[in-house]
């Protein structure tokens, strides 16, 4: 049973409305960057596993992970509701955790990764956006929280 108290609207009374959309101003083009990089890293990882998992199977695996937190953080967004909202911002802060400790890794040991990840060099390869997009996705998520206070 959950505890959550479902969002209402100004309707007599009370009756359950929308989850308050997290898609508006900067979170649309969050969603639509999420979701582009949910497409990216599926296909890549899909790809790789299935044609070259022996070469680089920690790379592939990663890359996987990254596909599943891009493609979860990109559902709780356009899901929207306060619920939502604080998934999304612990998944983000997970993503930065992921890309900064991959990305490290990949500078400070390159035989560990003979093929990069989405997270390699801090995500140099998909033009930094792995490294840029939780922290933004962090501030506007915050934003989203203080707005509602």
Do not use: N
């Amino acid at each position: 049973m959950s505890t959550e108290v479902p969002e209402t609207s100004g309707a007599p009374g009370g009756a359950p409305a929308r989850p308050a959309p997290l898609v508006k101003g900067p979170g649309l083009l969050l969603v639509w960057l999420y979701g582009v990089m949910s497409v990216g890293a599926v296909s890549r990882s899909a790809y790789q596993i299935a044609t070259e998992f022996d070469h680089a199977p920690l790379a592939y695996s990663l890359s996987a992970v990254a596909a599943a937190v891009y493609a979860f953080i990109t559902y709780t967004l356009v899901r929207g509701g306060e619920a939502a909202r604080r998934a999304a911002l612990v998944c983000c802060a997970v993503e930065l955790a992921g890309v900064l400790t991959v990305g490290t890794w990949a500078l400070a040991d390159p035989s560990a990764f003979p093929d990069s990840t989405v997270w390699s060099d801090y995500g140099r390869g998909y033009l930094f956006i792995p490294v840029l997009l939780p922290v933004t996705g962090i501030l506007w998520l915050r934003k989203r929280a203080a707005a509602r206070a």
